[in-house]
């Protein structure tokens, strides 16, 4: 059974970093486009970076130069490390991944992680 597992979140200050992680495991055959979403309560789920396979990368407006995406398809991980946070960064984090599982081997599904909270505030 495929899983994305993350950590990584927490409080910090504004102007702090934070590093994600994402691990997916249980099944897999392929892992395509990886990706980190943000929910803040009463919003719609916003994507905040996506990395391809061979790592090419697309950042939100509100999060480039400020954020970096990275990926170790080696160990199906996918990283968030994010400097100069904002209170406005405040949110639940969820990663996620197309995957191609060993129970449907012909397609690529999306996966989701179950979040991480992240809060930046004094």
């Known amino acids: 059974q495929v899983q994305l597992v993350e950590s990584g979140g927490g409080l910090v200050q504004p102007g702090g970093s934070l590093r994600l992680s994402c691990v997916v495991s249980?099944?897999?055959?392929?892992?395509?486009?990886m990706a980190w979403y943000r929910q803040v309560p009463g919003e719609q789920r916003e994507v905040v970076a996506t990395i391809g396979t061979w790592g090419d990368t697309d950042y939100a407006d509100s999060v480039k130069g400020r954020f970096t995406i990275s990926r170790d398809n080696p160990q199906n991980t996918v990283h968030l490390q994010m400097d100069f946070l904002k209170p406005e960064d405040t949110a639940v984090y969820y990663c996620?991944?197309?995957?191609?599982?060993?129970?449907?081997?012909?397609?690529?599904?999306?996966?989701w992680g179950q979040g991480t909270q992240v809060t930046v505030s004094t």
């Open positions: 996620n991944a197309a995957v191609r599982p060993r129970v449907a081997p012909n397609n690529y599904l999306p996966y």
């Open positions: 249980g099944g897999i055959l392929g892992v395509g486009t």
